[in-house]
């Protein structure tokens, strides 16, 4: 069963605008969650991820993510995209078992 | 420290060799697990080692492939008879298990083309 689901893959954004990446889990029980980014012809690399508590996330290099239980998401957002943003971002859900899922990742594109 | 590191970064293989990639995950690091990214694709769940557990064979794609994992530390994934499709990068990532919050830190992964 699919355990998180990145709607979209493929985003276009022009520098300077909002960046929105969506991510839903499908879990009975409070999942641990991340996100991973994957720069060009690099390894995976932790952007941000939940703990219990707080709700909104704050990461690196201005990207933030909200935990909504009741919708069951974990959307990624950025302020103010930059041309150094464009990559890959994986959304990925821990099921309080250390296995760990990724959704199908999505593309971001920033246009000057 | 050392992070993960995964031999060969490069791999070129004729349909029906036999492959094996490893993996050394960061020392202390019970927790390992193996993905494959296609061109294109996500991150495909193959495999994952929990301390002296049973491994989750749950995501091998067909009886070809096995993953060991020797003394808790270095683990292998062997692909038997390949096949055009099992091109891919294969990346191997390692985290401490007793912490479910604790990320997962990725090999640069090897890139396997199978000719």
């Known amino acids: 069963a699919q355990s998180v689901t990145q709607l979209g893959s493929h985003v276009s954004v022009s520098e300077g605008a909002l960046v929105l990446l969506r991510c839903n889990y499908s879990?009975?029980?409070?999942?641990?969650l991340f996100w991973y980014v994957q720069y060009p012809n690099q390894g995976l690399q932790l952007l941000l991820k939940?703990?219990?508590?707080?709700?909104l996330v704050k990461g690196i290099n201005g990207f933030e993510a909200e935990f909504k239980k009741s919708e069951t998401s974990f959307h990624l957002t950025k302020p103010s995209a930059h041309m150094s943003d464009a990559a890959e971002y994986f959304c990925?859900?821990?099921?309080?078992?250390?296995?760990?899922?990724f959704g199908a990742g999505t593309r971001l594109t920033v246009k000057p | 420290g050392a992070g993960v590191s995964q031999s060969p970064s490069n791999k070129v293989t004729e349909k029906g060799k036999d492959v094996e990639l490893r993996c050394d995950p960061i020392?202390?690091?019970?927790?390992l697990y193996w993905y494959r990214q296609s061109l294109g694709q996500g991150l495909e769940f193959l495999i994952y080692?929990?301390?002296?557990?049973?491994?989750?064979k749950s995501g091998l794609p067909s009886d070809r492939f096995s993953a060991e994992r020797t003394g808790g530390s270095v683990s292998t994934l062997t692909i038997q008879r390949t096949q055009q499709e099992d091109s891919a990068v294969y990346l191997c990532?390692?985290?401490?298990?007793?912490?479910?919050?604790?990320?997962?830190?990725f090999g640069n992964g090897t890139r396997l083309t199978v000719t």
């Open positions: 939940y703990t219990t508590g707080a709700t």
């Open positions: 990925a859900v821990n099921l309080n078992n250390n296995d760990m899922r």
């Open positions: 879990s009975s029980v409070p999942p641990y």
């Open positions: 020392s202390g690091h019970t927790a």
């Open positions: 990532a390692s985290s401490l298990s007793r912490d479910y919050n604790s990320p997962l830190h």
């Open positions: 080692f929990q301390g002296n557990s049973a491994p989750d």
